[in-house]
């Protein structure tokens, strides 16, 4: 029982006295007040250095950089940053009314000239190949690189034939599956954009859709996400479907586009469930019957051609795993010595009718709703796509009781050895040599992104972007935020800072300091501490802002904050 004091507080309310350890250790350190300071300027903390060179001058500066983190346990203002830059990237292509990419310009007569002469060369190289003149082969090769590069100096995209001429050596029937249901098919037109709607006043407007789309069950779960029977709980099953769940959604986007007849673009994010299944949100330009949507969906699955992986031929933890041998370039059998199936092999052995390892298919769970460019449901909808962009998978719903951190466990135990691509080491527990194999490969310890604990079994992207979403690249809406804080600083009578990226000018190249720039490594003798990157970046934080304070700010380009970060 705690006793209270004489002013009737117990001990832990009472203030430590001054001068003792107790007290010393609440006063906050000062690196910490820097950090804070950085996060609420929206400086990084964890800032790159890097060296200016003027070579007019000689001049030479360092420089802080972001990092460029995109999840706030490494920075959170750079990860916040990168949130926002998603978000205008997702409302720019959303509710587009015309196509985002204009047709390609039609070739000149110079690039005409160059594929008539390429189509000569690939016929002499033929005739070559035929005669079995292997040097006659290797010159016209030669050539035939030295007209792919012209044409790529005339502005010419992509080469006129690719230089792998072998053929892959085996196929997989495309037949559809008998227990699924059917697709229907339409010619897909070249158009991006949606339907029109035009009501009886006149008025008429484009909807788009808010799309989201789950795993299939695995097993009875509580309101926690924790599964009602943990042993009969298809963790197996979980773990294939997280890491070729990326392949289920481009087949989803790729039947869909067949069914309605035009090229569905799409903005999406994957999260976790409470039960640590991915499911997908996604935000396409255009409406859809929800009918279509659930038939697509029901009928959309993606086929694992791989060899089976149900009966391990060697035991995890056991003293006789394959070990690489130097002699043969491979691994081999500890005991036979014999050689370990070779990959490609092992997709030979997979005969014509016998069923693939594993198929994904999307769960019966499908929400579809109709949002308008103008309603407020637009911009929620955004920042909900957005909102765990800043966390790790694992992190997105909290793990506070035993039962959920034994659900997170298993589901780790069984991606840790599960196969998660042609070069995974766990092919050695099936007697397969992964493809490329290399020494040092050992079961369970693949350092592929689907084994970590944070990824939860998904090894790709976690934003999926369509080519024609909006017609710019990431990198391109990073341009436009610098292009609107310098137009803000030349309206205002200011100058950019050397070396920050409102430096640069597009408009005029010529116009552009001749610099060049060298990262910092950490053993340069010049390497400044961190520390003191981060006061130097939130001193021109600081003085970007009473810059850019003047009442007569136009104000933020589309889908922006009041100041984007370049910094």
């Not at 460019?373 to 957005?386: D, E, K, P």
């Amino acid at each position: 029982m705690t006793t209270p004091g004489p002013d009737g507080a117990t001990p832990g309310e009472q203030e430590p006295r001054p001068g003792s350890r107790l007290a010393r250790l609440r006063m906050p350190l000062a690196r910490h007040v820097v950090e804070a300071v950085a996060v609420e300027e929206g400086v990084c903390v964890r800032p790159i250095a890097l060296r200016r060179v003027d070579l007019d001058t000689g001049e030479t500066t360092i420089i802080p950089a972001p990092c460029g983190a995109t999840l706030a346990s490494k920075c959170p203002p750079c990860a916040e940053r990168a949130r926002r830059l998603r978000m205008a990237q997702c409302k720019t292509g959303w509710h587009l009314d015309d196509e985002p990419l204009p047709p390609p310009d039609p070739p000149d007569d110079d690039a005409k000239q160059l594929a008539r002469l390429r189509a000569d060369l690939e016929a002499i190289r033929a005739e070559a190949e035929q005669a079995g003149d292997l040097a006659g082969v290797a010159d016209a090769d030669q050539v035939i690189g030295h007209v792919d590069e012209a044409l790529a100096d005339l502005g010419v995209r992509g080469k006129a034939a690719p230089d792998d001429r072998t053929r892959p050596r085996r196929s997989r029937s495309t037949k559809r599956r008998q227990d699924v249901a059917d697709l229907p098919r339409l010619p897909v037109d070249k158009r991006t954009v949606g339907r029109t709607y035009v009501a009886a006043d006149g008025t008429a407007w484009r909807p788009s859709m808010f799309l989201t789309l789950t795993c299939d069950t695995y097993g009875k779960v509580l309101g926690d996400g924790t599964p009602v029977d943990p042993d009969g709980y298809d963790y197996r099953r979980a773990a294939r479907d997280a890491i070729h769940f990326p392949k289920l959604v481009d087949r989803f986007w790729q039947n869909l586009r067949r069914a309605v007849g035009w090229d569905v673009q799409y903005f999406a994010v994957l999260e976790p469930q409470r039960r640590l299944a991915p499911h997908l949100h996604a935000a396409f330009r255009g409406t859809v019957p929800r009918v279509v949507l659930r038939q697509v969906a029901a009928a959309t699955y993606h086929q694992v051609w791989w060899p089976p992986t149900d009966a391990p031929v060697y035991a995890p933890d056991g003293p006789g795993l394959p070990v690489w041998d130097e002699q043969a370039a491979g691994y081999v059998d500890p005991a036979t010595k014999a050689a370990l199936t070779s990959w490609d092999e092992a997709l030979d052995a997979i005969g014509p009718d016998d069923q693939p390892a594993h198929v994904v298919r999307f769960g019966p769970q499908i929400q579809a709703d109709g949002v308008t460019s103008n309603s407020a449901t637009a911009g929620r909808l955004i920042g909900y796509l957005t909102k765990y962009l800043t966390k790790s998978l694992d992190a997105c719903h909290a793990v506070d009781t035993d039962r959920q951190r034994a659900h997170v466990d298993r589901l780790a135990a069984a991606l840790r050895y599960e196969p998660c691509s042609p070069t995974c080491a766990n092919w050695l527990l099936h007697g397969i040599a992964p493809r490329n194999a290399r020494p040092g490969l050992v079961p369970g310890r693949c350092k592929g992104k689907a084994h970590r604990r944070e990824t939860l079994g998904f090894g790709g992207r976690r934003v999926l972007v369509s080519r024609k979403w909006s017609g710019k690249t990431l990198s391109d809406h990073k341009a436009d935020r610098v292009d609107f804080v310098r137009a803000q600083l030349e309206a205002l009578g200011h100058r950019p800072d050397a070396g920050s990226p409102a430096e640069q000018t597009t408009g005029d190249p010529a116009g552009a300091p001749r610099v060049s720039w060298e990262l910092i490594r950490p053993g340069d003798p010049n390497a400044p501490r961190r520390e003191h990157l981060i006061i130097h970046a939130i001193a021109n934080r600081q003085r970007w802002h009473a810059q850019l304070a003047n009442p007569t700010t136009t104000g933020p380009p589309a889908g922006g904050s009041a100041l984007p970060d370049v910094a």
